[in-house]
């Protein structure tokens, strides 16, 4: 798998039904650039809302994971998102013209083979890694699952499942890394208890079920009338219970399907995540709930990883804004304005720079005899960097302002002088919401980490 992000090469789109909405339409995969991540637009609606795919838009997961943003909902998305994932791809949009991703056979394996079709484009631009560098553990002793993430160079899942139940054992799988994902894990649908689907049926939950979207496991004795009525309702000649304790709408691709769609599931809810994970993933009994509160937990305590940008820097690049156009973005001017260069900007990061020289302002009252760039004031230069990063998520700059609303955790390892070049490198620590966001900052002076710190700032239109 490329060690670059990857896109699609064409737009392309896979047709068929909402498994619980009973809705028929279609979801286009369209190329997007490099740091774009995956998003959804729903353009059967007004505005046409984009929702991205990140564990803090999870809104339900009771019948799959479904993500909520700008006023919009998209339905079961763990396939799409494990297809993508599974595939290597980084950075796509989603069109939908319905609520729900269609289910087709209950795997995912529509979908790789449309993102296949399309051709997959490598971009000119590193793949960032979430790197775990120790095990983070979620247990649910009233829920019964349980997940661990170790260290490991590659992304690795193993999954039990345990159901207590005569017609499915105990069983185990295994994806020693994503290149087993397109032939072992992509087309193993899901199951459902024959119990679990008589309820569905009755509450009217699976508007857009048939036998040919999941594996239906039979834990009871059941009569030829019961078997007739199904038959009747899902439009089958006949139906019945085969050797396996499974009805005949199908046959099993493997042994061990169940456990293996259910690794499907979590490599889907994962990528929630939002980077790339090396990480080594152990799952009891997982589930669309304890994915996502897996993933959360994940992305909380790999937080304080080091950032993805470090130096060295190339400091001589073409900057994306010079002083002359940063002026044009802050509001901020001589003294007071202390930054001289924007040397990156993505969607994820920004990268800053300020030369310090001697005739800086404070100098002259700030140890004269050996000069030192006060801490507040490499806050307020990080600051300044931070709030070009936020007025960047808005299409008109020149009309925002952005106000800091915290600072938290500041720390100064190490004095700036007269002569050093302080570069700062800001990442989001969640995605911005309702113009609000959360940013760790590092300032390095060469190799040395001088000042960190988080930030909080809102952008608010000019009066």
């Given at each position: ?24 339409g ?42 909520g ?32 991703i269609?289910?087709?056979d ?33 247990k ?22 345990d ?8 069983q185990?799988?295994?994806m ?12 193993c ?12 049926l009755?509450n ?5 079920g048939?036998?040919?979207n999941a ?16 038959a ?48 080594k ?15 959360k ?9 080091p ?9 001589n ?13 802050l509001?901020?001017?001589?003294p ?29 009252g ?19 960097t ?21 600072i ?8 700036v ?7 700062f ?12 966001c959360?940013?760790?900052?590092v ?21």
């Amino acid at each position: 798998m490329s060690d670059n992000q990857c896109t699609i090469k064409q737009s392309i789109s896979v047709h068929g039904t909402g498994l619980h909405t009973g809705q028929q339409g279609a979801i286009t995969f369209h190329p997007a650039g490099p740091n774009h991540g995956i998003k959804f637009r729903r353009i059967d609606l007004k505005g046409q809302p984009i929702i991205e795919a990140c564990v803090e838009n999870v809104v339900d997961t009771s019948r799959g994971t479904t993500l909520g943003q700008n006023g919009a909902r998209v339905f079961t998305i763990e396939h799409v998102l494990a297809a993508l994932t599974g595939l290597g791809v980084d950075n796509v949009l989603i069109d939908m013209d319905m609520d729900e991703i269609p289910i087709r056979d209950g795997s995912a394996k529509y979908f790789v083979e449309a993102i296949e079709k399309a051709g997959i484009q490598p971009q000119d631009m590193a793949r960032q890694y979430l790197v775990i560098d120790q095990p983070i553990h979620l247990k649910n002793e009233e829920k019964g699952f349980e997940l661990l993430i170790e260290p490991a160079d590659t992304f690795q899942v193993d999954v039990k499942i345990d159901y207590g139940t005569e017609v499915l054992n105990v069983q185990y799988a295994s994806m020693p890394d994503l290149e087993k994902f397109k032939s072992e894990i992509a087309p193993c649908r899901t199951f459902v208890f024959l119990h679990e689907l008589e309820f569905l049926l009755k509450n009217n939950l699976i508007k857009g079920g048939d036998l040919s979207n999941a594996i239906v496991f039979v834990n009871r004795k059941v009569s030829q009338e019961e078997l007739d009525r199904l038959a009747d309702l899902f439009q089958k000649p006949k139906v019945k219970v085969k050797d396996e304790g499974i009805l005949n709408n199908l046959d099993l691709h493997f042994e061990n399907e169940p456990a293996r769609h259910k690794l499907l599931d979590v490599v889907g809810d994962l990528t929630l995540v939002g980077k790339r994970i090396k990480g080594k993933v152990t799952a009891y009994r997982p589930g669309h709930f304890a994915n996502t509160e897996f993933a959360k937990l994940i992305k909380q305590q790999t937080k304080k990883q080091p950032m993805s940008k470090e130096p060295p820097f190339d400091l001589n690049k073409e900057p994306v804004y010079d002083i002359i156009q940063i002026q044009k973005i802050l509001p901020h001017r001589p003294p007071f304005l202390l930054i001289d260069k924007i040397l990156e900007l993505t969607d994820e990061y920004i990268i800053g720079l300020k030369n310090v020289t001697m005739n800086e302002h404070y100098f002259v009252g700030h140890f004269p005899q050996e000069p030192v760039m006060p801490g507040v004031l490499q806050v307020e230069a990080m600051a300044q960097t931070g709030g070009i990063f936020v007025l960047h998520s808005v299409p008109d700059p020149e009309n925002y302002i952005t106000y800091f609303l915290k600072i938290e955790e500041a720390k100064f390892r190490h004095k700036v002088v007269p002569g050093d070049t302080i570069v700062f490198v800001l990442e989001l620590i969640s995605p911005i919401r309702r113009g609000i966001c959360n940013m760790r900052g590092v300032a390095y002076v060469g190799n040395k980490i001088v000042t960190e710190g988080k930030l909080m700032a809102q952008i608010a239109r000019k009066q």
